[in-house]
């Protein structure tokens, strides 16, 4: 049976769109474009409320528990970052209180939630390089771990994170990936073992680590995890109201090695209120895991308290998410829909255009663009309802789809005019000075005036006349 747990969890904020669509200028700059796409006053609002409801009380729990010995892996989206540093500065000092604590590790997350990794393999690679760079500069640790957007993980996406030198990665834990295998044990995908020929390593860079083993994957138990992070509050649930024993009995039951639960940070105060008790439940729960004798781990002390037992799992190519495959068949909540597949090519679209420009300010804009947070509210079934701004519930269905595709249209007619061509083409080449043209003139008039312009030679007489001296006047 499982005797040890490893706790994460995730901070995200999305950058949520301006609905409904707001015609952008034709050569309006950068920071114009952003002001048309981006509802700044609506994110800021929506990040106050749950940094009240959620960031504060749940950080302070989760400190105090760590403090007492509980051991957590917590991550955090630049995109929560840019807004916490904006808007609630003091909450990002108690977050950075709360990953210096010594059983605390830190986790790499996809900068901005996106879904980069689907346009631009490389431009993500370097994009997870900058963002462990990013919070070093922030937190003082550096990660080793990454959770990619909604868990994705695929054969291409696990070999360009093992380029960006991380050490493991978490996956979701469902048959669309791991087929008959079971969650609760540690797998890997890379193969070191010989060759038919052998192949010349590249050197790496000064700064760059060698890893000694492939990354390690680390699969999230998704019923145990959604018990917690989305039936807790369910009152038509069969198990509600569930109680902090009942939940560490279930997981002393559970058959393997380890055991990954993960759940967002929202899930403690915003999505299950205050008055639901998970505040209560949450500090409850590290006295009765150690009661049945499970141990809390970080992911990192989990790779390596089951690395050599780490078995081999063969990875898909496509994508696989939280909600499923990107396969056309695979039932993924993130292209369940025309419009959900159509914004998908939109934010592909998007992103291309803004690598053509070789702007970095439009580069930025479509990353944030690329947000799955934007295919899921694209999403209009009765499941994501709830989580739609109170700004846009006046929009009907068909209307919000729409919304949302045109500040996508918007934003790539936006961007043609930065495009290098057109912008040269925009360029008046300087005019050059003309040389000056001489009319042809003829030879017997060149000779007559030539003639004019020679003096005539003086008479004898009047040259004597010159060399007389000048008589002097009488006095």
């Not at 006053?41 to 400190?63: D, G, H």
């Not at 937190?139 to 493991?168: C, H, W």
């Not at 690395?307 to 068949?329: F, I, K, N, R, W």
């Amino acid at each position: 049976m499982v005797a040890d747990v490893a706790l994460y969890t995730v901070v995200h904020q999305p950058r949520r769109l301006k609905l409904p669509a707001q015609p952008i200028p034709r050569g309006a700059s950068f920071e114009d474009i952003a002001r048309c796409l981006f509802d700044e006053a609506l994110n800021e609002r929506y990040f106050r409320q749950v940094a009240q409801n959620c960031y504060y009380p749940a950080t302070r729990v989760f400190l105090d528990l760590v403090r007492h010995g509980l051991r957590l892996s917590i991550g955090f989206s630049l995109s929560f970052l840019q807004q916490a540093q904006t808007w609630e500065p003091s909450l990002l000092d108690l977050f950075r209180e709360l990953v210096a604590e010594e059983r605390v590790e830190l986790l790499g997350v996809e900068p901005y939630h996106s879904l980069l990794f689907l346009f631009d393999l490389p431009a993500f690679e370097a994009s997870m390089r900058k963002m462990a760079e990013g919070l070093h500069t922030i937190f003082g640790k550096r990660p080793r771990i990454v959770d990619s957007t909604e868990l994705a993980m695929s054969a291409p996406l696990y070999n360009a994170l093992d380029a960006a030198g991380f050490q493991g990665a978490l996956m979701d834990g469902q048959a669309h990936i791991l087929g008959w295998r079971d969650c609760t044990y540690l797998y890997r995908y890379g193969d070191e073992g010989a060759y038919a020929r052998p192949i010349a390593a590249r050197r790496l860079r000064a700064r760059e680590e060698r890893s000694s083993h492939a990354p390690l994957l680390f699969a999230r138990h998704r019923q145990l995890s959604d018990d917690i992070g989305v039936r807790f509050s369910d009152i038509c649930w069969s198990d509600f109201p569930l109680y902090a024993t009942t939940y560490a009995s279930w997981l002393a039951q559970t058959p393997g090695e380890q055991l990954v639960l993960g759940w967002d940070f929202e899930t403690f105060g915003e999505r299950h209120s205050r008055g639901s008790g998970i505040f209560d439940f949450l500090r409850a729960l590290p006295g009765e895991l150690e009661h049945v004798g499970i141990q809390t781990r970080t992911l990192s002390e989990l790779g390596e308290r089951h690395l050599v037992g780490a078995h081999y799992l063969p990875l898909p190519v496509t994508p696989a998410l939280q909600g499923g495959s990107l396969d056309p068949e695979g039932g993924s909540e993130y292209v369940a829909t025309s419009a959900q597949r159509r914004l998908l090519l939109l934010m592909s679209a998007v992103h291309n255009m803004a690598r053509l420009t070789e702007q970095p300010a439009l580069v930025d804009i479509a990353h944030w663009l690329s947000q799955v947070d934007h295919l899921r509210y694209a999403d209009v079934s009765a499941q994501i309802a709830p989580f739609l701004p109170r700004e846009w519930r006046h929009l009907e269905v068909p209307e919000l789809i729409y919304e949302q595709q045109q500040v996508y249209l918007n934003t790539l007619h936006a961007m043609e005019p930065y495009l290098p061509a057109r912008a040269a083409r925009r360029v008046k080449p300087r005019a050059r000075p003309l040389k000056r043209q001489h009319a042809p003139v003829d030879a017997d008039v060149l000779q007559e005036e030539a003639s004019f312009a020679t003096p005539k030679p003086r008479s004898r007489r009047r040259q004597r006349e010159l060399a007389a001296p000048t008589p002097t006047p009488k006095s």
